[in-house]
Antibody, heavy 122, light 112 residues
Framework: EVQLVESGGGLVQPGRSMKLSCAASGFTFSNYGMAWVRQAPTKGLEWVATISYDGSSTYYRDSVKGRFTISRDNAKSTLYLQMNSLRSEDTATYYC???????????????WGQGVMVTVSS | DVVMTQTPVSLPVSLGGQASISCRSSQSLVHSNGNTYLHWYLQKPGQSPQLLIYRVSNRFSGVPDRFSGSGSGTDFTLKISRVEPEDLGDYYCLQSTHFPNTFGAGTKLELK
């Protein structure tokens, strides 16, 4: 059974940093692209970043480019999202998702974690 | 970015009835490789989104055949027949033909 378990969320002040983790199990992690999708309170879904199966390619939405870094450790089957210079508009539930395409483009997100809440506020 | 417009915003239905959700894109979703990357998700209250349909009309593993997807180009539809209580929630379309991926704003399926 595919499982994705996020951790690392919480309350953080504007301008500070936070790192999310996603522990994957139930599939061969190194064969799949992975992504982060977020959902602000009472809002819709928004793609944040994607990483290819081997970490060689990464993709970001414009609003987080230069502030967020997606990475992975295939030996630990873990996905990360390093978030720097956080803003109030980054407040959201962040979902770890599996991308069914290994290179991280043109795919769909077939499995999702339970999500982790990040609140950016002073 | 490609804008995905879902209608209606809210859809009251009766149990056992049928529902139809529209998703229109601001550009054609036909990729140069000939494939169309339009997908549908359901987010039940308090839960994570779950994949229903991928690439327009393919049901994901375990999804009942009451769910069907159709469409082409810029116009797509998700149909739910014989609506059951577990079908209630927010439905989203997603396009991944063009970078960046973009979701529709969602359609809330609720009881009439």
């Amino acid at each position: 059974e595919v499982q994705l378990v996020e951790s690392g969320g919480g309350l953080v002040q504007p301008g500070r940093s936070m790192k999310l983790s996603c522990a994957a199990s139930g599939f061969t992690f190194s064969n799949y692209g992975m992504a982060w999708v977020r959902q602000a309170p009472t809002k819709g879904l928004e793609w944040v970043a994607t990483i290819s199966y081997d970490g060689s390619s990464t993709y970001y939405r414009d609003s987080v480019k230069g502030r967020f870094t997606i990475s992975r450790d295939n030996a630990k089957s873990t996905l990360y999202l390093q978030m720097n210079s956080l803003r109030s508009e980054d407040t959201a539930t962040y979902y770890c998702t599996r991308d069914e395409v290994y290179y991280g483009l043109l795919g769909y997100f077939d499995y999702w974690g339970q999500g982790v809440m990040v609140t950016v506020s002073s | 970015d490609v804008v995905m417009t879902q209608t209606p915003v809210s859809l009251p239905v009766s149990l056992g009835g049928q529902a139809s959700i529209s998703c229109r894109s601001s550009q054609s979703l036909v990729h140069s490789n000939g494939n169309t990357y339009l997908h549908w998700y359901l987010q039940k209250p308090g839960q994570s989104p779950q994949l229903l349909i991928y690439r327009v009309s393919n049901r994901f593993s375990g999804v009942p055949d009451r769910f069907s997807g159709s469409g082409s180009g810029t116009d797509f539809t998700l149909k739910i027949s014989r609506v059951e209580p577990e079908d209630l929630g927010d439905y989203y379309c997603l396009q991944s033909t063009h970078f960046p991926n973009t979701f529709g704003a969602g359609t809330k399926l609720e009881l009439k």
